[in-house]
């Protein structure tokens, strides 16, 4: 009888603890941060099938928390710029639709800048889906946000489109 009851305290106890150290991605993951990635292809307009790969970034959170823009420029001087209104948050699995206005009148939108020759894509449709949201595991008070993204973007005379899809993972951030 003893040993029935030991084995059922274990049994319980295992139970009780791998339910608990479940990643329930609630942005709690401390696993080590990895390297930042921005990586999209680009085609259309003066671009054919251009492959952006991450410089350098900027991830900044509006004042009133309710928006959030990633600013990215890759070796070649191109830019592009992810606005995320606050419609849903920014959670994991949060979809943010482009052309989607917020209650405080913020627009999603993606923005391609061509350094040459000089021409602004602006997205006329698509999404940015947010994979993980996370604490950074070593820094208090910043978060690590990853995702992927797809959109078809136009210049705004009309004259130019292109096409765009790529991930972006662990891009830290201020919270």
Sequence with gaps: MKKLCVFTFIFFSVNILLSCS??????NDNSPAQDATFQAVINGGNYSEYSFT???YDVSKGTN??????ETVDTQGELITLFLNGTG???SGTVKEMGNVDSNKFTNYILIRQKQPQISYYSSNGNVTITKNREHPTKPGYRLISGKFNTT??????????????TFKELEYED
Aim: aromatic share 4%; net charge negative; charged share 10%.
């Design 54 to 56: 991450l410089g350098i």
């Design 65 to 70: 928390g309710n928006t959030l823009n990633i």
């Design 153 to 166: 973007a136009t210049s705004p005379d009309g004259n130019h489109t292109t096409t765009m899809s790529g």
């Design 22 to 27: 479940s990643d329930d991605d609630n942005g």
């Design 89 to 91: 948050g920014f959670g």
